[in-house]
């Protein structure tokens, strides 16, 4: 089993900046790729950005630019910068473990392990 607990949501004005963490326990070294997902009220979880332990990064097309994804392989967390974030940037924010080959398509139900999320919202 793997365990996630996102932390580094909070209540930011527009224009402003966030910086999630994902921390990861358990069987870590199973875990191939991470991802960060988003869910806004009423509507879809969405793929934000994904990672490969090669490396590789996968991104959402209206996400390039603002948003970054990283890890750290020693701390066993993943990262995702916001910059520049905008109202309709408002969601909880997701981690996930285990996408799997497809996991640079950013399908929610290619991941195998979900954290409980961190909200994020963004004031105009």
């Known amino acids: 089993q793997v365990q996630l607990v996102e932390s580094g949501g909070g209540s930011v004005q527009s224009g402003g900046s966030l910086r999630l963490s994902c921390a990861a326990s358990?069987?870590?070294?199973?875990?191939?790729?991470m991802g960060w997902f988003r869910q806004a009220p009423g509507k879809e979880r969405e793929g934000v950005a994904a990672i490969h332990s090669d490396g590789g990064t996968s991104y959402a097309e209206f996400m390039k630019g603002r948003f970054t994804i990283s890890q750290d392989n020693a701390k066993n967390t993943l990262y995702l910068q916001i910059n520049s974030l905008k109202p309709e940037d408002t969601a909880m924010y997701y981690c996930?473990?285990?996408?799997?080959?497809?996991?640079?398509?950013?399908?929610?139900?290619?991941?195998?392990?979900w954290g409980q999320g961190t909200q994020v919202t963004v004031s105009s």
């Open positions: 996930a473990a285990e996408g799997g080959s497809g996991w640079w398509l950013l399908r929610p139900a290619d991941f195998r392990y």
């Open positions: 358990g069987y870590t070294y199973s875990i191939y790729s």
